[in-house]
């Protein structure tokens, strides 16, 4: 299978997996007006402790006429509306619901179903089709991008998720430098290779120094106490131990749904890097989980990852060069190492250190359903010694 150039899956060196373009230039057709309203006054609505009262009285629109004449960032747009409404409706009272009710789990699934995507909120609808430049001639960066959709609302709510912005825009030109590390490898031209590495090694310096600044204006206990509950999903969700109904769905038949949570492990950036480089794991629950939480991705971003995966000899190539260009190649492996490092220490500090156990919110297990601790620093040392 051959690596494509990033436009044939929906990419960009400037925005990555990004949505290419921004939430506050599309419009929904006026079917939706009744939904983007209850959408934008979600934070005032889960104040009020009734929200399931006032998402109960929202239509049905006839999506499957939108379906035939909307463009695909519009059922993106979409997407984000329903699967914030879908979460609060879940989350957004003291105790989860048995099911989802038809107004909303009939036009979310067709929706999800149109997408190739299961009917849970995931990474794309949470984080990367939601945001928008404030100043639209500046960059992708923290200081002039804002959150669109938002739960509660308040800073930490939205820079828990404008870090993840900044470094999905910063990761593009990663993902360009793949492919053309791979075309590179595949010439024998080593010389380019090792310019580009060094290159992915300085792309790395400035995607981890976002990722450092996650401390910054996202506090610890907020975020587990009033930005986390939102995101999780129902398997292996003690709030929910058969999952959810969605009501009036035909093909569900009545019955529950199991379904993982939005995670940062959806993102498709550090896929993307082990598929490059053929990092690989040992078998283990985060490995598995990991596979599953595959389909959670775009169908596009899945095609990337899949094709760099079938694509890339970097890491033989690397093995039979110079002492320099395999010095670069270990440098690059050792950055995502230093990645899930950080990603390592914040699950600590965010998650797993906050005292409350209250269901549904368990800080021994992630938001996608997995003990993720054991795992994720397994998955940091195997990434680190995977160098030549």
């Excluded at 986390?228 to 749904?257: H, Q, S, T």
């Excluded at 549904?360 to 003990?371: K, Q, Y």
Aim: proline share 5%.
């Amino acid at each position: 299978m051959p690596l494509h150039d990033l436009h044939q899956y929906g990419l960009s060196a400037e925005r990555g997996y990004l949505s290419q373009h921004e939430i506050d230039a599309i419009a929904l057709p006026e079917m939706f007006d009744e939904i983007e309203d209850a959408a934008a006054m979600l934070p005032a609505l889960i104040s009020t402790g009734r929200l399931r009262h006032w998402l109960h009285a929202l239509p049905i629109p006839d999506v499957p006429a939108f379906l035939e004449t909307a463009s695909e960032e519009q059922i993106n747009v979409a997407m984000v509306r329903y699967s914030f409404l879908v979460q609060a409706y879940v989350w957004g009272e003291s105790a989860a619901p048995a099911a989802l009710p038809a107004n909303l789990a009939i036009p979310y699934v067709a929706l999800c179903d149109a997408m190739g995507l299961e009917p849970v909120m995931n990474y794309a609808a949470y984080v990367l089709d939601n945001w928008f430049l404030i100043d639209k001639s500046g960059p992708i960066a923290l200081g002039n991008i804002a959150m669109d959709q938002h739960f509660a609302g308040g800073q930490d709510e939205s820079w828990f998720v404008l870090v993840h912005v900044a470094i999905e825009a910063e990761a593009g030109r990663a993902l360009a430098l793949g492919v053309d590390l791979v075309r590179a490898a595949d010439a024998g031209d080593a010389a380019a290779v090792e310019t580009m590495l060094i290159e992915m090694n300085q792309v790395w310096d400035r995607i981890n120094a976002i990722f450092d600044r996650m401390i910054e204006r996202c506090d610890p206990y907020v975020y587990f106490n009033r930005v986390r509950p939102y995101i999780n999903g129902w398997k292996n969700n003690p709030a929910l131990p058969d999952g959810l109904i969605y009501e009036g769905v035909a093909k569900f038949g009545g019955k529950p749904r199991a379904l993982r949570g939005q995670t940062g492990s959806q993102s498709s950036i550090v896929p993307a890097m082990d598929a490059l480089y053929q990092v690989e794991h040992t078998n283990d629950e985060l490995r598995e989980f990991l596979a599953e939480l595959h389909h959670y991705r775009p169908l596009k971003h899945r095609a990337f990852i899949e094709d760099m995966q079938a694509a890339s000899h970097l890491r033989e190539f690397a093995r039979g060069q110079h002492s320099s260009l395999k010095d670069a190649f270990n440098a690059c492996v050792e950055q995502v190492a230093r990645f899930r490092t950080r990603h390592l220490e914040y699950a600590a500090s965010y998650i797993n250190k906050q005292a409350s156990t209250e269901a549904g919110n368990d800080p021994d297990v992630g938001t996608g359903g997995t003990p993720f601790m054991k795992y994720l620093k397994k998955h940091r040392d195997e990434n680190r010694a995977q160098t030549i």
